[in-house]
C-alpha cells in the first residue's frame, strides 16, 4: 500500500536481500522484489542468486513477474519453497504467470531458473561456507522461517509466524543466538484477540522471543497494511528505551553484521 502514510516503514509486501561476500539471497519475493531488481540490473556482470520462499500466499511472490533480471539471459536463480497438496513448487510459481494472470509465462524468462523443494526442518549448504536452517510456521496453508549462518554471523528470517502453537520449540531452536532477528509483528497484544488464526504475531511475542532466544537484534517486521507511519514510529519509540536493539522494519534499510 504504498502512499503518502508509508513512505518511512515502506508500503511494499516482503522481500529482504542478504548478502555475504558475492553470494546474493533473496528473502520472499512480495512487490518489493521489483526494486530489488532495478538495482540489481545496474550491477556489472550476470546476476546469480538464491531466493527463498517463505509460503506461496499471493504478497510473498507477487512481484517476482516483475523481478527484471529474471528477463535477460545469462543471469540465474535458484528457487526453494514447498510444494502444496501435490501440486510441484514449480507448478505452484508457473500457475501465477499463467492465462488470465499475466501476460507472460514462466517459460519465457530467459535467465536460467532452478527450482528446489524443501520441507521445514531441512538444513541447505549452498557452499561458500552458507549454511540455511529451516522450520516450521504456524500459519494457514503453512510456511517456513529461515536462518541463514555464514561463519558465527546468523540472520533470522520468521514471517507470517503465529506465536502460540507447538511449533513454538522449533522456532526457538532456530533463532537461538541469532545475531539479527527479523519478526512478524504485524499486530499488537491489544489488537491480535480479534484476529486470532489470522497467522500473525504481536511486537510483545517479537521481543518475548528476542529475550528468549538470546538474539542479537530484533528487526518487526510484516507490518499491519493499515498501520502508518506515525503510528509504527509511536510503537517503536514505546519499546526502543527497554530494547535499544528493537526496530522495526524500513524500506532500503541496510543492516551489516
Not at 509511536?234 to 526502543?240: P, W
Request: with cysteine.
Amino acid at each position: 500500500m504504498p502512499g503518502p502514510d508509508t513512505i518511512i516503514y515502506g508500503g511494499n509486501t516482503p522481500c529482504v536481500e542478504v548478502r555475504i561476500g558475492k553470494r546474493l539471497i533473496i528473502l520472499d519475493a512480495g512487490t518489493g522484489i521489483a526494486n530489488l531488481g532495478s538495482k540489481l540490473m545496474q550491477e556489472p556482470g550476470p546476476v546469480c542468486g538464491d531466493i527463498f520462499i517463505t509460503h506461496v500466499h499471493w504478497d510473498h511472490i507477487q512481484g517476482f513477474p516483475f523481478f527484471k533480471p529474471a528477463y535477460r539471459k545469462g543471469n540465474s536463480f535458484c528457487l526453494y519453497g514447498e510444494s502444496k497438496e501435490n501440486v510441484s513448487f514449480a507448478e505452484l510459481i508457473k500457475r501465477t504467470m499463467e492465462h488470465p494472470h499475466f501476460p507472460v509465462p514462466l517459460e519465457n524468462l530467459r535467465a536460467a531458473l532452478y527450482f528446489t523443494e524443501i520441507e521445514p526442518g531441512d538444513m541447505l549448504d549452498l557452499g561458500d561456507g552458507i549454511t540455511v536452517r529451516t522450520t516450521a510456521n504456524n500459519h494457514p496453508d503453512g510456511g517456513i522461517s529461515y536462518r541463514i549462518q555464514y561463519g558465527n554471523k546468523s540472520c533470522c528470517y520468521v514471517t507470517d509466524y503465529e506465536h502460540g502453537s507447538e511449533k513454538a520449540r522449533g522456532l526457538l531452536e532456530l533463532c537461538a543466538g541469532t545475531d539479527l532477528l527479523i519478526y512478524d509483528a504485524h499486530f499488537t497484544a491489544t489488537e491480535y484477540p480479534r484476529y486470532q488464526g489470522w497467522g500473525h504475531s504481536t511486537w510483545e511475542e517479537g521481543l518475548a522471543l528476542l529475550e528468549a532466544a538470546g538474539a542479537g537484534r530484533l528487526i518487526f517486521f510484516h507490518h499491519k497494511p493499515e498501520r502508518s507511519d506515525e503510528e509504527i514510529a509511536a510503537l517503536e519509540a514505546g519499546i526502543t528505551g527497554q530494547y535499544p536493539t528493537a526496530r522495526a522494519a524500513k524500506e532500503g534499510m541496510v543492516i551489516s553484521l
